[in-house]
């Protein structure tokens, strides 16, 4: 499997509160943006699993609305999360 639990307590560490704080919206994100590159090199080279596509169209609406939500929570941590992860250009 591509998602370890070491791999999950890796980028909850890096982005997150710590190692087990899986709740808050930057680490959440940063695992949203882990799964969606995965999804998207899968389905560059399996272009007709459209069970494949249709999760990682949701994860990417997962992904907005947390952005969203940090935006109207406190600019600034939306700030660093959107230039740490390089989400923007």
Avoid: C, P, W
Wanted: hydrophobic fraction near 30%.
């Amino acid at each position: 499997m591509y998602l370890t639990k070491e791999k999950k307590e890796e980028i909850f560490e890096k982005y997150g509160n710590g190692k087990n704080d899986s709740g808050s919206a930057e680490g959440q994100i940063a695992l949203f943006t882990y799964r969606i590159s995965h999804l998207s090199e899968h389905l560059k080279s399996n272009r007709k699993d459209f069970n494949t596509e249709r999760s990682l169209v949701g994860l990417v609406g997962k992904r907005r609305r947390l952005l969203d939500y940090l935006m109207k929570k406190d600019i600034m941590r939306y700030r660093a999360i959107i230039k740490e992860l390089g989400l923007r250009k």
